[in-house]
């Protein structure tokens, strides 16, 4: 299979995802029902999609805005305050509204500021969820102003969540956007037993931080975790091609306006959805392991979240197209680039 031109395999899904909300979400949401079967999509709205009204409002019009022929299913994450209820976590969980919490550290990210200021004021709901089986999905960051912004993934490990596997032993967990060797060689290190995952997005697999500054500051290379060096970049590459069954296809596609991005505080995210079954393609291709694409893609996720694999399939072959410029007012990346694959329609 290396070297091959043409490539089918069951049709991927997104296991992180920001689809926005509004004529956002109507602009960017085609890009994913065109290649992925089902998308964790991310709760940082402005509010937060802390609720059970809440997710279930916005599934609903994320659901309005798919074509009656194709089939998509957004799996939805609850949003973790400081005092989120585990009741009502529980409830979503059971009548299959949620399919995960999602952790912001306060202040990490976009949209979190209503996030979680201390784990330990969540030891409830941590608890709730261990004995549930539900994932703890996480962004793996701390916030103190004193760690370099470099170092934030690598030092949370430490800090965080080392201590929290500890803790709670059965607790399910993805580890979200991993950009380090450090969280690579972590997830190996606690994930024999199926209770810890990490997904890996393209922009991570595709840029180190030279991206950020090449020929002048690149707004539209920015997204937390921020990217890093180039011997990260070869750990992920590693990672993803690996066919180990804990590593699963999370874009991390964020848009953002073009004038939220090219801004004096431009804000952090990176559009890949427009494209990103084939810059994987293009990064496995790379690496000789097109012939562990489906596994990353489609196979480790299901694994991970206990869900069937999509029934379907997509097929890829290799076949240059130019990106657009922008899509919806969004800057996507590669645009106005070649991308070195394509979908077979
Ligand atoms: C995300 C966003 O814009 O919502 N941004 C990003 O850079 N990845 C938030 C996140 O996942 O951290
Ligand atoms: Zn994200």
């Known amino acids: 299979m290396p070297g091959t031109d043409r490539l089918t395999l069951r049709r991927p899904d997104d296991w992180h995802l920001h689809l926005r909300d509004g004529a956002l979400l109507r602009a960017v949401l085609p890009a994913t029902l065109k290649r992925f079967g089902r998308a964790v999509v991310m709760p940082n709205l402005r509010p937060p999609v802390t609720g059970l009204a809440e997710a279930a409002g916005y599934r609903d019009r994320i659901l309005?805005?798919?074509?009656s022929d194709i089939r998509f299913q957004p799996l939805m994450t609850c949003y973790a305050a400081d005092d989120t209820d585990p009741d009502q976590v529980e409830t979503g969980w059971r009548d299959g509204l949620f399919a995960a919490v999602k952790l912001y550290p306060a202040h990490a990210t976009t949209?979190?500021?209503?996030?979680?200021?201390?784990?330990?004021?969540?030891r409830g709901l941590l608890e709730r969820l261990q004995r549930l089986g539900m994932p703890l999905l996480v962004h793996g960051e701390v916030t103190d102003p004193g760690i370099d912004v470099f170092d934030r993934e690598a030092v949370f490990l430490d800090r965080v969540l080392a201590p929290m596997l500890a803790d709670f032993p059965a607790l399910r967990v993805v580890l979200e956007h991993v950009t380090t060797a450090d969280a690579v060689a972590f997830v190996r290190a606690h994930a024999a037993d199926g209770r810890l995952g990490a997904t890996i997005t393209v922009h991570h697999l595709l840029l180190n931080r030279n991206a950020l500054f090449a020929g002048g500051l690149r707004p539209h290379a920015w997204c937390?975790?921020?990217l890093k060096r180039e011997r990260h970049r070869l750990a992920l590459v590693d990672a993803a091609t690996s066919g180990e069954p804990w590593f699963f296809l999370g874009t991390d596609s964020a848009p953002h306006p073009v004038t939220a991005k090219e801004s004096a505080r431009g804000c952090a995210g990176i559009f890949t959805a427009p494209a990103a079954l084939e810059l994987y393609a293009e990064v496995f291709d790379r690496a000789g392991a097109l012939d562990r694409l489906e596994a990353?893609?489609?196979?480790?996720?299901?694994?991970?979240?206990r869900l069937p694999v999509n029934r379907d399939t997509v097929t890829l072959e290799r076949g240059r197209w130019r990106m657009a410029e922008t899509v919806g007012g969004v800057v996507p990346f590669r645009a106005g680039a070649d991308i070195e694959w394509r979908l077979v329609p």
């Open 64 to 67: 309005a805005l798919v074509p």
């Open 111 to 122: 949209n979190s500021d209503r996030g979680v200021t201390d784990p330990a004021r969540i």
């Open 224 to 226: 937390l975790p921020v």
């Open 296 to 305: 990353f893609a489609s196979l480790n996720g299901p694994r991970f979240y």
